[in-house]
């Protein structure tokens, strides 16, 4: 410095006033990072599609996995895959949510001596793992959840190479077990029946949920409602009847509900099969089985008998079994979780031999042959028997994947004691759950979207599992953790393992096919065996077709009702199966009793007030929800909520960690086994008495009373027939449609005029779609308290109506009276978006034109231009736009969730209006795709959210310009019953609704229909 | 990033002035350093040689000597002023972590921007070339271009699998889906944009001067700025077209 002159000084002065000037006049400076190699298939800005399996439960359906930059911000079902068509439930879409969940555990993890979890390095890991199995000497066990067939196989030759006695155990909660069983005693063929309804007229579902939880329900959904396609004939004659005691989903969508009493359905299923048995061999058709055998099996079962103990009329059952002798593929269903009672085994093969007198066997109902069945979960008995190993101390090592049994299990079965005995438990969680809680070790797998894998939910369809995510955290393949510990035992166990890693394996067991179009195509997919000849064997008359013996304990049954979004409570900590209402209650976040009006009037309660229900095995409290759609005799509490551990799971979120959010049902029961040994969940009985205390619900919508508002409508076939005689709109509430004409809602140049065709008769209330366009437009979850205030942000909603209601104009602020009661089926779901109204309400009122009308129809949303003085919503007859109250831009998504924002929809910030645009960001991407191939968008071509995870395909999108369009075809071929929500206010929408059909009787509940 | 109201125009006239003349002033100072010559000049590196070449061919006189490692065509001398321009903190733009000269790829040798922006004719965004396509090239050329610091850092990010962290210089507001597709496929030039970006070592946003409104440029980037062309070539003015 000392020899710095005058030139160097000029020279620095110079370039320091430049670097100055040059730095003040820059912005925050963002970086760019490319790839290193980028990838062939990678295009940045352009999503990478892969095919893969959801493993949320055992239906297996296919994915596409959309990729941005190498990173998935979106699953959506694969059109190949034979299980679920393109389609995916709401728990398929919100799966996604576990690789970016904030709770994740970022690496392994080894239980302190103050029994926190601290961190451990895999080598570290592998070695204690080792050391701990090989002093265990055998002493060890596992317990699975639906892990594949490949990592399942796997598992099983380590825990050999162990000399583990008893092996693994599959277990998952609902197991279904009475299914295999009952097979093996109607037909002696120890195998699950899959039910293939595609074209079945007439199922009679005796409380299976196929439209929510049981079996395959995206599979199961899209066959009852491709078979009731109104437009043909023979789907105006297919008939569904749901027997159970409460008005479920599926209920709802049925077209005749029998409130008969819980644990009565196999003597009901037994008195049609009397009927029918006799329908069938009077017209001179085969019976399934020797008719001297059927008649001896059925001869107790007279109609006024079952009618006595099922409370069904004897009429209806006549009735009903001449009509499903007549069925040209008739289907009978046997009880799903919530009647799984101590004697299932007996009611599922009471349904089977209904299934088998009318000639259901073979064609809706396939018995699979035993060799080539698929792995089935472990009977509960079985279950137990591990339990008892573990208490005995017969379990050193147990190691845990899935299942969360201590959630899952019923407390009087001990797992939480038997845990406590067991020396070394290892768990292989990704998330946290109250088994992993429990866990001495942690090694975390690779999520789903991480891992590779595969599924064989049935025999024909083996489905590959391919990772598109690079792991986010220091987490490894439960295969891979499995290889290195058995390496790292020595010679002895790594000479009975197979060499390389998982990825090799899983490529040797699928030797044999092109590995490589398997990926592309998602699997190997053959047509499903149709099985081999079965008639009712001579066993199925030893079976005792008695009704259950409840647990006593009080004047309620406890119906355990599997959750459509929860499942069995593996969904409880994704955000967005929380915030998605019930389909049935629409209650969000919480838990609740459902319980008659009549039963609630006794106990002295209304809506809201906390209840405490008490079995001989456990006490919960919790809000009565009262409701016309229950039997009188029950208390139904869905499965799923109570979980003290995980972020949404619990009240971690809200700063309450450890506290329980919400009831767990399975906390009431007895842990006890049907007659074959598979799991029984109605089973108790419970008292239940006003607590005094009062809860406010978290309830999107608060009556199902839609007070003569014509927003959910619905016709009888007999109208249906009618108005289309008298030339499209003999009905009065549809006379909107005619003179509206969607060209004048879009400039006369553009071809486009965006519109939907959303038919009310396919809609099953499933709720898929709000949770995919939440996920696809980026929309944030609020949580239960502001739930509560009213500031849900979903775009998409289903609204829940049942009858017409009443207009009760001018009668004050007073509640309207719900209108469900038992026996009623006209249950309206009606999805309720943005409108893109051609004369909408929104646009006039906007200041600063933040939203306005596109040339090709919609309502557009500036979100940068919008200045939130929410006129617009104040303005919006259908409720549809949802103001940010508080900031959820990106820095305020919870790490690493941000990472699966969808890159090509704005984060809105706060202060500002959001809205359903018909996903515009799929219609630009479509566009340019057009452009570049010099063409008009094609129909088809762009798909929205909502749209493309619909298992029933109810929602129709395209341009109404365009009379050949799907979406014009569809308004035009079902003209009779096309239209506009809210048409008396002349908004001109650009979604046409298709009015339920009601095949049933003259639907009740008054007023128009 | 908020949106720039027309004072900001004139802080980045002010910028600029003020950097320019600061410039100035340190050239000054490099003229002055030429003056101070008499003995042997022995070149350092190639560049050097290249330099001392030139100077020897200004002013005969001059003693010169170049050791025959340095006596190479490679890298040229236009390679090495661009390299040495794009690594200048005095002239306007953040120095690149490599010192990439866009002149001297686009501009000299005329490598078509779409070979390293890929991207730009069939998605959203340009794309920047992964360090894969730098080498692609420069794992061919000769080692004496290693003098380069930035061809060095180049060849560590490839030895070690890790990606250059360039600074974005065109930045959009995240309101705003831009598609690079259908403007390259609309035959729009690149640098009716993007400015003269075949003759920028270092590559900066340019005023906009075919666009003069109020004797100002209009502001790159501005909604403003994107309409003007839209309105002249009857491009699509719908809101949704670009925000949603």
Redo the contacts between chains.
């Keep these: 410095m000392a020899e710095l002159d005058r030139?160097?000084f000029?020279?620095l002065?110079?370039?320091?006033?430049?670097?100055?000037?040059?730095a003040?006049?820059?912005?925050?400076?963002?970086?760019?990072?490319?790839?290193?190699?980028?990838p062939e298939e990678i295009?940045?800005?352009?999503a990478v599609v892969y095919a893969s399996t959801c493993l949320e439960c055992p239906a297996g359906c296919g994915l596409h996995v959309r990729t941005r930059e190498s990173r998935p911000i979106k699953l959506e079902g694969n059109p190949e895959h034979p299980v679920n068509r393109g389609a995916l439930c709401a728990r398929g879409q919100a799966a996604i949510g576990r690789s970016y969940h904030p709770d994740r555990y970022t690496g392994p993890r080894l239980r302190g001596a103050g029994g926190a979890l601290e961190p451990i390095s895999w080598e570290q890991a592998t070695a204690l793992l080792a050391e701990k199995l090989g002093a265990a000497a055998g002493r060890v066990r596992a317990i699975s959840g639906a892990i594949g067939p490949t990592l399942g196989s796997l598992f099983d030759r380590f825990l050999a190479a162990q000399g583990s006695s008893g092996g693994r155990l599959y277990y998952e909660s609902f197991g279904f077990e009475a299914l295999r069983e009952a097979s093996r005693a109607v037909f002696g063929v120890g195998a699950r029946p899959i039910f293939d309804l595609e074209g079945a007229d007439f199922v009679i579902d005796f409380g299976a949920d196929p439209l929510e939880s049981w079996l395959s329900p995206v599979e199961h959904a899209r066959q009852i409602e491709a078979t009731r396609e109104v437009t043909a004939q023979a789907g105006r004659d297919a008939r569904l009847v749901y027997v159970g005691p409460r008005l479920s989903l599926t209920a709802g969508n049925a077209d005749e509900w029998l409130p008969a009493k819980p644990g009565s359905e196999g003597v009901l299923a037994l008195g049609i099969a009397r009927v029918a048995l006799r329908a069938v061999r009077a017209a001179g058709r085969p019976v399934g089985g020797d008719p001297a055998l059927l008649e001896g099996i059925l001869a107790g079962f007279d109609a006024e008998s079952v009618a006595s103990r099922t409370g069904v009329p004897a009429e209806t059952i006549e009735r009903i079994g001449r009509a499903f002798a007549q069925a040209k593929r008739p289907a009978a269903l046997p009880p799903g979780v919530a009647l799984t009672s101590r004697r299932a085994t007996a009611t599922t093969a009471a349904v089977l031999i209904l299934d088998a007198v009318v000639g259901a066997i073979g064609q809706t109902v396939l018995l699979p042959a035993e060799a080539s069945a698929t792995p089935e979960p472990a009977s509960f008995r079985d279950v137990l028997k591990l339990i008892d190993a573990m208490k005995s101390g017969d379990v050193a090592v147990l190691l845990l994947h899935g299942g969360n049994p201590v959630y899952s299990l019923p407390p009087g079965a001990g797992f939480v004691e038997a845990l406590d005995r067991v020396g070394f438990v290892v768990s292989f969680a990704s998330l946290p759950d109250e088994t992993s809680e429990k866990a001495h070790l942690i090694l975390p797998d690779n999520t789903p979207l991480e891992s590779w894998g595969d599924l064989a939910p049935r025999p024909g369809v083996r489905s590959l599992v391919q990772p598109t995510l690079r792991p986010l955290y220091d987490t490894q393949a439960l295969g891979d953790t499995l290889l290195q510990v058995g390496r790292a035992q020595g010679d002895s166990v790594a000479a009975q393992l197979p060499a390389g890693s998982f990825r090799t394996v899983l490529e040797a067991a699928w030797a044999g096919t092109d590995f490589r179009a398997a990926l592309g195509r998602g699997g190997v997919f053959e047509t499903t065996p149709r099985g081999g000849a079965v008639s009712v064997a001579a066993s199925a008359a030893r079976i005792d077709f008695k009704e259950p013996q409840f647990e006593d304990g009080g004047p309620y049954l406890v119906v355990p009702v599997p959750s459509a979004l929860l499942y069995d409570g593996r969904g409880a900590n994704l955000s967005w199966l929380q915030e998605t209402p019930d389909p049935v209650t629409k209650v969000a976040w919480q838990s609740w009793a459902e319980i008659s009006h009549e039963a609630a009037k006794a106990l002295g309660v209304g809506h809201g007030d906390v209840l405490a229900v008490e079995t001989g095995f456990g006490r919960v409290e919790v809000p009565a929800f009262p409701r016309g759609g229950i039997r009188d005799d029950v208390i139904a509490i869905a499965i799923g909520q109570g979980h003290q551990v995980g972020l949404y799971a619990s009240h971690a979120a809200e700063g309450r960690a450890g506290e329980a959010r919400g009831v767990n049902v399975i906390s009431l029961l007895p842990p006890l086994t049907d007659e074959t040994g598979g799991r029984a969940w109605l089973t108790a009985r419970a008292t239940v008495s006003a607590t005094g205390k009062h809860a406010r619900m978290a309830q999107l919508q608060h009556t199902d009373n839609q007070r003569g508002r014509q927003l959910a409508e619905a016709v009888t076939l007999a109208s249906l027939t009618h108005g289309e005689d008298a030339a499209h709109g003999g009905h009065a509430s549809h006379e909107i449609r005619r003179p509206y004409d969607p060209v004048n809602d879009s400039t006369p140049e553009s071809p486009y005029r965006w519109g939907m065709a959303i038919d009310l008769d396919r809609c099953t209330g499933c709720s898929a779609c709000m949770v995919a366009c939440s996920i696809e437009n980026n929309v944030p979850q609020v949580g239960e308290d502001l739930v509560l205030r009213g500031r849900s942000m979903s775009w998409l909603r289903i609204e829940r109506y049942v009858g017409a209601g009443e207009p009760e104009w001018g009668t004050g602020r007073k509640r309207p009276e719900d209108h469900e009661k038992l026996g009623l089926v006209d249950v309206r779901n009606l999805p309720m978006l943005c409108q893109q109204c051609g004369a909408a309400p929104c646009e006039p009122v906007c200041p600063v034109l933040a939203t306005?009308h596109?040339?090709e129809g919609?309502n557009?949303m500036?979100?940068?231009?919008c200045i939130g003085t929410r006129y617009c919503s104040n303005n919006c007859p259908y409720k549809v736009r949802r103001f940010n109250y508080f900031d959820y831009q990106?820095e305020s998504w919870p790490e690493p969730m941000r990472l699966m924002l969808n890159p090509?929809?704005?984060?809105r910030g706060q202060g500002v209006m959001e809205k359903c645009?018909f996903c515009?960001?799929r219609i630009?991407t479509a566009r340019?795709g057009a452009?570049?191939a010099g063409s008009q968008i094609a129909d088809g071509a762009v798909t929205p959210a909502c749209v493309q995870t619909c298992p029933t395909h109810a929602i129709e999108f395209g341009n109404l310009k365009d009379p050949k369009s799907a979406v014009s075809r569809r308004a035009e071929e079902n003209g009779a019953r096309a239209y506009h929500a809210l048409h008396m206010l002349n908004t001109r929408p650009g979604i046409s609704y298709l009015a339920k059909v009601n095949r049933g009787d003259e639907p009740e509940g008054g007023g128009h229909v | 990033m908020s949106p720039r109201f027309s004072p900001s125009r004139l802080a980045f006239l002010v910028c600029l002035l003020v950097a320019i003349a600061g410039g100035a002033v340190g050239l000054v100072g490099l003229f002055a350093d030429r003056a101070v010559a008499g003995e042997t000049l022995i070149a350092g590196s190639v560049c050097e040689a290249h330099e001392l070449r030139a100077l020897q061919a200004e002013d005969p006189s001059l003693q010169i000597q170049i050791p025959p490692e340095f006596d190479s065509p490679w890298p040229s001398r236009e390679a090495c002023q661009s390299h040495a321009a794009a690594e200048d903190e005095s002239t306007p733009g953040p120095v690149q972590p490599i010192q990439f000269s866009h002149k001297h790829h686009a501009g000299l040798y005329q490598i078509d921007c779409q070979y390293c922006h890929s991207g730009t004719d069939r998605s959203p965004s340009a794309g920047v070339p992964s360090v894969g396509v730098c080498m692609g090239c420069h794992k061919q050329f000769p080692a004496s271009y290693d003098e380069f610091a930035g061809i060095r850092t180049l060849k560590e990010h490839a030895a070690a699998e890790t990606p250059i962290e360039w600074l974005q210089i065109y930045r959009l507001p995240e309101y705003v889906q831009f598609q690079h597709q259908a403007h390259v496929r609309k035959g729009i030039a690149c640098q009716s944009c993007h400015g003269p970006v075949e003759s920028m070592d270092k590559v900066i946003v340019t005023p906009d001067t075919k666009w003069w409104p109020w004797l100002l440029p209009t502001q790159k980037l501005e909604m403003g700025w994107c309409i003007q062309c839209h309105r002249a070539n009857g491009a699509s003015q719908d809101c949704v077209t670009c925000h949603y």
């Design positions: 030139r160097d000029l020279k002065v110079g370039v320091s006033a430049g670097g100055a000037a040059a003040g006049c820059s912005d925050h400076v963002e970086k760019l990072i490319p790839y290193v190699v980028q295009t940045p800005g352009v306005y596109t040339p919609l557009g500036i979100y940068n231009r990106i090509d929809v704005s984060v645009t515009v960001q630009e340019q452009k570049n």
